[in-house]
């Protein structure tokens, strides 16, 4: 099993930004893929973005050029930047590790922007 933990959620206001950080027991390097997926109040679960293993990055077009996700191989540690917030980014972010048929989720971490 692999253990993921998502930090840094809170509260911001509309237009702030937030850092995301999700570390996992076992090397990223390695795996599949790395997600962020966000679940807003009375919605499902939908994709944020992705980091590929080659460094490739997606991202959902909600988020598209407000949001960046990168990686620190040495620490086994996803981030998502989070900028010019809006209400609606208001959700669960969850973390998601991804490789060789096998899923490994966060608890996830709430992010609340809201004036």
């Known amino acids: 099993q692999v253990q993921v933990v998502e930090s840094g959620g809170g509260l911001v206001q509309p237009g702030g930004s937030l850092r995301l950080s999700c570390a996992a027991s076992?090397?990223?390097?390695?795996?599949?893929?790395m997600g962020w997926y966000r679940q807003a109040p009375g919605k499902q679960r939908e994709w944020v973005s992705t980091?590929?293993?080659?460094?490739?990055?997606n991202y959902a077009d909600s988020v598209n050029g407000r949001f960046t996700i990168s990686r620190d191989n040495a620490k086994n540690t996803v981030y998502l930047q989070m900028n010019s917030l809006k209400p609606e980014d208001t959700a669960v972010y969850y973390c998601?590790?991804?490789?060789?048929?096998?899923?490994?989720w966060g608890k996830g971490t709430l992010v609340t922007v809201s004036s």
């Open positions: 998601k590790y991804s490789d060789s048929g096998m899923v490994f």
């Open positions: 980091i590929g293993r080659s460094g490739s990055t």
């Open positions: 076992r090397s990223i390097s390695t795996s599949y893929s």
